[in-house]
Structure formats: structure tokens, C-alpha cells
């Protein structure tokens, strides 16, 4: 459900790009610090995202990512396994991806595949969904123990929302990319999704990896309210105002002369 404005007893209006943006600044020099602290404590942290088609799963991770190093902020997005990784035990090719000292992975979609798009699109047998469902919060421990932060989140929108969404896909070419087979196979399966994804929160919502679930619905209020809950997750230093001056530029040498490139610059029809 949409938070409710307390003056009007409605869902708050969609936020502007313009409040988004000014809300938005000071959350990225949070992550900066957060990843300063990553780094100089050798912490290991994986942030999941899970949420039905057009959640908002991308948008939220673009937000989190694009004022970070990607070699500390590293984004996996796994494709459908080859045939030796279907051979393999099931959690392996994730685990591959997991942090070393000094990292936070965020997992674009994760090992939840089988508690969610497998499981109702039938690529695996309910004997392997709940096999899952009972194994997960146990290797889920045996992460934690290791020391690494796990932080899952699940982005939750409305039907008609989702349907919004897929139609803007479907009508922008510049969108269309995001639109696969599957998107419209699953979209056929809306309460399908909705018990599969209450059978997982309610048997991998343990106290040592507990789920949260974000709403989505308007994508601006969703990632700021992600990002702030995020970083309240990790106990990192919060950032401190660096005092720092550009020391003096070097001169320019007497026998240098700046060379002709006119011929190597790129056209300019803007």
C-alpha cells in the first residue's frame, strides 16, 4: 500500500525529479562514507533486490551505484545458468560473487530465482522449491557467521502499476530492451507470484537475514526510502566534510607549444 499523507488521508503525490534530486545528494555522500568505511574495515556486504517484473529493482540500484567506485559497489546480474552451472549445486554460481574484505555486491535478482520465476514458471519441481525454502536460512547463516552483512530487500507494486510500467515499456523504444518473453509470460501469473513470494518471505525471514519489503509504487519515493534504510543497516561512519585545497598547478613549460588536434575532434551537431 502507497504511505498515506496525514493532512489528505491519500497516497502522497508522485515526487518531482527537482525534490528527488536535492533529497537524493545527500544519501550519495552517505555511500561514499559507507564506502569509505567498507573499505578501510575489509567489510563484506551483499545487498539483495527481489520483486516481480518492473519493481523498480534497476532504478533503485542505478541510484545506490552511479557516485560509488565499481570496484567496491559491484553489481551482479546472472543470466540463465549454462548446462554445467543446472549441474551444479544450486547456490554455487552465486556464491562465486560473493564479497572478499573491502566490498559490497548488490545482486540484481539472486539465488531467489527458485523461490520465485522458477517455481511458478515451472523450471524447477516443488520437491526443489521447498528443498530450497528449507536449506536457504541455513546457508544463510553460515554467511552471516563468515562475517558478511546480508541485506535483502523485496520492492512490492500494484497491479495497476505493474501494468502502467509494462505498457511504457512497450510503447518507448528506448525501453523496449527491457521488455522479454518472460515479462509477458509472467505477467499472466499475478497471484502465482503473490503466494510464491509469501511462502519465501515467510521461510527465508529468519532473525540473521530477515527480508524487508519496500513500496515501489512511485519509483523517486522508493529509492530514497531504500537507500536511507539501507544505510541505517550498516554500522558505517557517517560522512565528515573534507577540508581540501587544490595545490599549485604546474607551469607551463617555456619550449611547449600546444599542438593542432582540430582534425581529431569528433563532429558537433549539438
Not at 545527500?26 to 518492473?54: M, N
Not at 557516485?67 to 540463465?80: D, T
Not at 544463510?140 to 546480508?150: H, N, P, T
Request: with cysteine.
Amino acid at each position: 500500500m502507497s504511505k498515506k499523507d496525514s493532512k489528505t488521508e491519500g497516497p502522497l503525490p508522485r515526487m518531482k525529479e527537482k525534490e528527488y534530486q536535492k533529497a537524493l545528494k545527500p544519501l550519495h555522500a552517505e555511500l561514499v562514507a559507507l564506502q569509505d568505511w567498507v573499505k578501510s574495515t575489509g567489510a563484506k556486504v551483499i545487498v539483495v533486490f527481489e520483486g516481480r517484473d518492473t519493481a523498480g529493482k534497476g532504478g533503485v540500484i542505478k541510484a545506490i551505484t552511479e557516485r560509488v567506485s565499481p570496484r567496491v559497489f559491484r553489481v551482479v546480474a546472472l543470466p540463465a545458468p549454462s548446462e554445467r552451472e543446472k549441474s551444479q549445486m544450486y547456490v554455487q554460481r552465486y556464491m562465486t560473487h560473493f564479497p572478499g574484505a573491502g566490498e559490497i555486491v548488490i545482486f540484481d535478482r539472486s539465488w531467489y530465482n527458485r523461490a520465485g520465476v522458477e517455481r511458478v514458471m515451472g523450471f524447477c519441481t516443488p520437491e526443489q522449491t521447498e528443498r530450497f525454502l528449507e536449506q536457504t536460512p541455513l546457508v544463510e547463516r553460515a554467511m552471516v557467521d563468515a562475517g558478511i552483512i546480508l541485506v535483502k530487500y523485496w520492492l512490492d507494486v500494484t497491479p495497476e502499476e505493474q501494468t502502467r510500467r509494462l505498457e511504457g515499456r512497450i510503447n518507448d523504444p528506448r525501453k523496449t530492451w527491457k521488455l522479454t518473453d518472460m515479462d509477458l509470460k509472467s505477467y499472466q501469473h499475478w497471484y502465482d507470484y503473490s503466494k510464491a513470494r509469501d511462502a519465501m518471505l515467510e521461510k527465508t525471514s529468519t532473525g540473521w537475514a530477515p527480508w524487508y519489503v519496500a513500496d515501489t509504487e512511485d519509483k523517486k519515493r522508493g529509492r530514497l526510502n531504500i537507500i536511507t534504510h539501507l544505510l541505517n543497516q550498516i554500522p558505517y561512519e557517517p560522512a565528515v566534510a573534507r577540508d581540501v585545497k587544490l595545490p599549485p598547478r604546474q607551469r607551463k613549460p617555456a619550449k611547449y607549444t600546444e599542438p593542432d588536434c582540430t582534425s581529431l575532434h569528433i563532429p558537433t551537431p549539438y
